[in-house]
Each structure stands twice: as structure tokens, then as C-alpha cells.
């Protein structure tokens, strides 16, 4: 399984970005999809998770900023993010799971939040 990311970069504060990660190669559908993200010098917390079947859950602090979404015929997991704060500066890592197949983590692309 490979996972590709994209949509990161620099953005100013207020602003918005899409973060997309699609799953490829001869898998069955991920059961998890999931944004991470790795703060500087902290260590990688989730940001929010979609099962298959579109059950979300959100890391409280950023329940109402950002929100998953999922194409399960694509296997891809996008992260829409608003209203961007100069915390939220961090490299953000996708994750697919499919029980008892695969858990695997993406290369993590790179999100600055400017002031």
C-alpha cells in the first residue's frame, strides 16, 4: 500500500488549504483513514479519522476548523482546513488501516501557517 499526499504548503493566517491522500496498489478498501499532524517539537497527534462507512471523529481543539471527507472509490482521504492559525504549522501525515491487512503512513507533506 502506498499513500500519496498533496495540498500542502504556505498560507497565511485566516486562510484555507485541502490536503488530499490517496491509497493505491492491490488493496481492499482502507476500514480508517486519518490526518496526523506533527507540531514542532511535539509529538504526532491525531487530527481526525473517517471509517468507511463515514464515521468521523475530530480532535476536539479542531472540531469545527477542519474536516475529513472520503471517496472510497477513489481510497482517498481529503482534510479541508479553515480559518488556519500560525499553530497549526506542522507536517501533516495521512494513515490508512485495514484490520488485519495493513496500517500504513504516508511521507507527511509540510503545512506553514504564516502570522
Known amino acids: 500500500v502506498q499513500l500519496v499526499e498533496s495540498g500542502g504548503g504556505l498560507v497565511q493566517a485566516g486562510g484555507s488549504l485541502t490536503l488530499s491522500c490517496a491509497a493505491s496498489?492491490?488493496?481492499?478498501?482502507?476500514?480508517?483513514m486519518g490526518w496526523y499532524r506533527q507540531q514542532p517539537g511535539k509529538q504526532r497527534d491525531e487530527v481526525a479519522t473517517?471509517?468507511?462507512?463515514?464515521?468521523?471523529k475530530y480532535a476536539d481543539a479542531l472540531m469545527g476548523r477542519f474536516t475529513i471527507s472520503r471517496d472510497n472509490a477513489k481510497n482517498t482521504v481529503y482534510l479541508r482546513m479553515d480559518s488556519l492559525k500560525p499553530e497549526d504549522t506542522a507536517v501533516y501525515y495521512c494513515?490508512?488501516?485495514?484490520?488485519?491487512?495493513?496500517?500504513?503512513w504516508g511521507q507527511g507533506t509540510q503545512v506553514t501557517v504564516s502570522a
Open positions: 494513515r490508512a488501516y485495514k484490520h488485519l491487512d495493513y496500517n500504513t
Open positions: 496498489g492491490n488493496i481492499l478498501g482502507p476500514d480508517i
Open positions: 473517517i471509517t468507511r462507512g463515514g464515521g468521523v
